[in-house]
């Protein structure tokens, strides 16, 4: 700890952040001992945590088991962000008048700590189509949304990046660094990402960068396709739609 109590801070910050991490649209309300086992913390401090943040309104308990849940307070800071940068009402729309226009699933992502984290998406009616569960993080490594990421971001986020603990979810995934370099020094040339059976078998995709102010890319847009419909010329006629739609968000964002 520093002298003046900082790192003690930082510190306290971090795991008030691994206990909010527990939720999900999976698992809306947790238990105080499961939430304490699951962050990595003791019963007392998890406690601690949740008396803090149910102070300030960011979890609550319910009142039937004694279980928590998110609470209110977010609501504020979520419409504060949007009012701000309304990338989740641009990305709802871009992903909508994509998946019409390609009559496939689409999806915009933003990176957070180990993974693109989906902030909108768009299943067309059809029924051979990829599902989308929004609340799952899309590896950096094994797929499209992440690998492109990469590629078009600056060396010190890429650096980082790669010095997440990797692993395989599938016989296709990549782990080895010189490999996940090489294809996303090839993805930069090109100017768009294309990933097949690396993350779940069954489904290929592609993907673009889209930018606001910083150097490194904001989001990225993509367009999953089951693995078999996935061609050349699949992938030709998918990305004039594809660069419209990373316009769209452009123009969005940025008035450029």
């Known amino acids: 700890m520093t002298p003046d109590g900082k790192g003690c801070t930082v510190k306290t910050v971090d795991k008030a952040m691994s206990v909010l991490d527990q939720f999900s649209m999976e698992r809306t309300e947790v238990g ?43 609501l504020r800071l979520a419409r504060i962000r949007e009012a701000t940068v309304p990338i989740v009402r641009a990305a709802q729309e871009t992903t909508d008048w994509l998946s019409e226009q390609v009559d496939e699933t689409v999806h915009i992502g933003v990176p957070g700590e180990k993974g693109m ?9 059809k029924g051979n189509v990829i599902n989308i569960i929004p ?22 986020t890429r650096e980082r990046i790669l010095a997440i603990k990797r692993e395989k979810t599938t016989d296709a995934s990549q782990t080895r660094k010189t490999d ?6 090839a993805f930069k040339e090109t100017g768009f990402s ?16 889209f930018f606001a102010d910083g150097p490194d890319p904001v989001g990225t847009v993509a367009i999953a396709v089951p693995d078999a419909n996935m061609n050349d010329e699949r992938v030709n006629e998918l990305l004039p739609f594809l660069r419209e739609a990373v316009v769209r968000m452009q123009t969005s964002l940025t008035g450029f």
């Open 194 to 209: 294309q990933s097949r059976n690396t993350f779940e078998n069954g489904v290929a995709s592609i993907a673009m960068p």
């Open 180 to 185: 996940i370099v090489r294809t996303i020094n």
């Open 32 to 74: 105080l001992s499961e939430l304490a086992t699951l962050s990595g913390l003791d019963k007392a401090a998890t406690r601690r945590l949740l008396v803090a943040m149910a102070k300030h309104g960011f979890v609550e308990q319910v009142a039937a088991g004694g279980k928590y849940r998110l609470g209110h307070g977010f």
């Open 135 to 156: 609340t799952q993080v899309l590896p950096f490594h094994l797929t499209s949304s992440g690998l492109v990421h990469l590629a078009f971001a600056t060396d010190e």
């Open 117 to 125: 984290t989906t902030i909108a998406y768009c299943m067309p009616s």
